[in-house]
């Protein structure tokens, strides 16, 4: 906790930024918890709720490599404080959303925000390695991961109680106000968001095709950001089906109440506070190659225990006490890959990495979403969440392995280092 304090005292726009993220991200949480409960509330139907979360990840997929080439071009700081603005005037069409048959209103607006949003991240993710030390990055990386989780954990429960209380009027208003909110914030960084380099006046869209094809190109140039790539896409398969088969595991498998399963998503998120705690303290300390290896081959194999136990052993309480304990590396291995693909890049061309990674997660979390509910159906939900638990293991052996050959060589990792140790 006290190397989490003294960097954030020590780092006005780092404070300044990560309040910014808790707050907008909290409302989005709001938004999307309200809404899947009150288009379920309205259509009384599942296919509806599904297409409520495709509009939302479609534009990941499509824009994600383009607007990251946006980003580099344009001023980072004024890039994201124009989206959270453009965010909040999007949502103004859901306050006339009152029935079943208003529901494409809410379609085409979460396809809105999911496509301005493309605009925002890579912008911010851009931008940390300007708020602090490069010796501080992980440590950096490791509290905006905590962040995430604990705007995950309030928005969630402030959503369900704003939908049941006051409509969808009200997660629209919240979540409207905290971009707002967001935007004030990142207007008030001293840190200057401008990218070096010439091709930042040019506007015309053959310039941007170029500097979208020397992004990709880097992409496949760089051993480092192939295999960064490859592992964020066999991961983000996997948390597509996380996302799809943990309800029917719950409800089904375990015979967990609804209520039981809220006290389950709870402990996930209280795992990935605890865990975010402890990385922040001591990333700093370890090579982020070893904290990305390490940390996923720990989540890997804590995944594992939480989705084979019930093949001996049909309880609940186990499976909270392991989405507790999967915070930890999970945390770890979050803020190495982050850490190794900001250090690894090259500032004008951060924004064109995040992007492209986005659209591969997205891409990647979507055909996990599809394959998980054809698969579970032949060969079973444990099976198919076992298989995603593995793929993490295996993801972070490979990358221990690696490592270790490098550290044999005593030459730097050429797969996985990218100017680790300085």
Not at 35 to 50: D, E, N
Request: hydrophobic share 55%; proline share 3%; with cysteine.
């Amino acid at each position: 906790m006290r190397t989490t304090w003294r960097v954030l005292a020590a780092h006005r726009d780092l404070r300044l930024a990560l309040s910014a993220g808790l707050i907008s991200m909290s409302g989005d949480w709001i938004l999307l918890i309200g809404l899947l409960y009150q288009v379920y509330a309205m259509t009384g139907s599942t296919v509806a709720s599904g297409f409520t979360m495709l509009s939302a990840g479609v534009p990941q997929v499509l824009l994600g490599p383009v607007a990251g080439t946006l980003a580099d071009r344009w001023d980072r700081k004024k890039t994201m404080v124009c989206a959270d603005l453009l965010l909040a005037a999007g949502l103004v069409p859901l306050l006339a959303v009152h029935g079943r048959g208003d529901v494409w209103i809410v379609y085409l607006v979460l396809v809105w925000e999911g496509a301005v949003q493309q605009f925002f991240s890579p912008a911010q993710r851009a931008m940390v390695p300007r708020l602090v030390p490069d010796d501080r990055l992980p440590t950096a990386n490791a509290i905006s991961g905590q962040v995430g989780d604990v705007a995950r954990l309030a928005g969630s429960a402030l959503g369900g109680v704003l939908a049941a209380l006051g409509g969808l009027a009200a997660v629209t208003i919240a979540d409207a106000a905290s971009f707002i909110v967001s935007a004030a914030l990142l207007a008030g960084l001293r840190t200057s968001g401008r990218v070096a380099r010439e091709a930042v006046s040019r506007t015309r869209l053959a310039s941007v095709a170029t500097d979208l094809r020397a992004g990709l190109a880097l992409v496949g140039k760089s051993r480092t950001l192939r295999a960064l790539m490859l592992f964020g896409l066999v991961t983000s398969l996997g948390e597509g089906v996380f996302v799809t088969l943990v309800t029917p595991f719950v409800e089904h498998t375990l015979h967990g109440t609804s209520r039981q399963f809220g006290l389950f998503a709870a402990a996930q998120a209280v795992g990935g506070i605890a865990g975010g705690v402890f990385a922040a303290a001591i990333s700093h300390r370890i090579p982020a190659s070893r904290l990305l290896g390490y940390g996923a081959a720990a989540f890997g194999a804590v995944d594992l225990a939480i989705f084979l136990y019930p093949v001996f052993y049909v309880a609940l309480w186990p499976a909270i006490v392991g989405m507790i304990v999967v915070g930890l590396p999970s945390a770890l291995a979050a803020a190495g890959m982050m850490t190794l693909l900001q250090r690894g890049v090259q500032d004008a061309f951060r924004g064109r990495v995040f992007g492209a990674l986005g659209a591969v997660q997205g891409l990647a979390v979507l055909i996990g979403t599809v394959a998980a509910g054809y698969l579970s159906s032949r060969v079973g939900t444990i099976a198919v969440l076992a298989a995603q638990g593995a793929v993490w293991l295996l993801a972070g052996l490979a990358v221990v392995v690696r490592v270790r050959l490098a550290d044999r060589r005593r030459l730097p990792c050429p797969t996985l280092v990218a100017r680790e140790g300085s």
